[in-house]
């Protein structure tokens, strides 16, 4: 597999140079290829870890060449979204809230058990990451609680502030902001003399380039389609 990869932040980097040989080119405004099109070497697959603003370019890359594409990228908008999606017509694309394997088991976790735990226990989603970190609450807050919504119909609460009691029927999101904090995520199951946490905590960003690496690869043995993590781990499992 040889890999672009799109951004050059230091998760762009990072990814860069855990591909090692099987990275062809890196495109960024830092870098000679600003753009996909500037791109000459032969390469099977794009990674994208940059930020939204270079969706266009990828997706009008990627409409003239099906080229087979992994968006990291987080804090999309929904027509955004949606674009992605249409993409996947033409090319294979996933696209990941999450690249670490263990948040993506900690999701098929909630799944299971939040229909067997939402009539006697409240759930609250907690995240902490770095204080750069733009967005809140994070891609993968936002995975879990899609997980948790799925299953109950419950509404989304965020960052609750002054007097507001706590409906039944809801599910409480907290972002936290601060220090290196690479990423954690907590769902809480929170019942009468007991509480049950499933935890994931994150001590470097080489989890989350070696799962877009492992993503890529698999990716590129696929058909058109949209595609996310789970699939990788647990299609025809």
Known sequence: MKAVVVGYGAMGKLLASTLGAELASVVAIECENKKLDDVKEDFD??????????????????????????????????????????????????KSANFSLGVILLNRLVKEITPILKDQYDIEVIEAHHNKKKDAPSGTAKML???????????????????????????GVSAIRGGTIVGEHDVMYCGEDEVLTLKHEA???????????????????????FYDMEDVLFKNK
């Open 203 to 225: 001590f470097s960003k080489k989890i989350f380039a070696n799962g877009a690496i492992l993503a890529a690869r698999w990716l590129c043995n696929q058909k058109n389609g």
């Open 45 to 94: 697959v794009i990674i994208d870890f940059s930020n939204p603003a270079n969706l266009d370019m990828i997706i009008d890359y990627v409409k003239k060449t099906s080229k087979p594409v992994v968006f990291a990228t987080t804090g999309y908008t929904d027509e955004q979204n949606k674009k992605i999606e249409e993409l996947a017509k033409v090319a294979p694309v996933l």
């Open 145 to 171: 609680v899609k997980s948790i919504v799925d299953a109950t119909g419950y509404t989304v609460n965020e960052g609750r502030s002054g007097i507001c009691p706590r409906d039944k029927k809801e599910v």
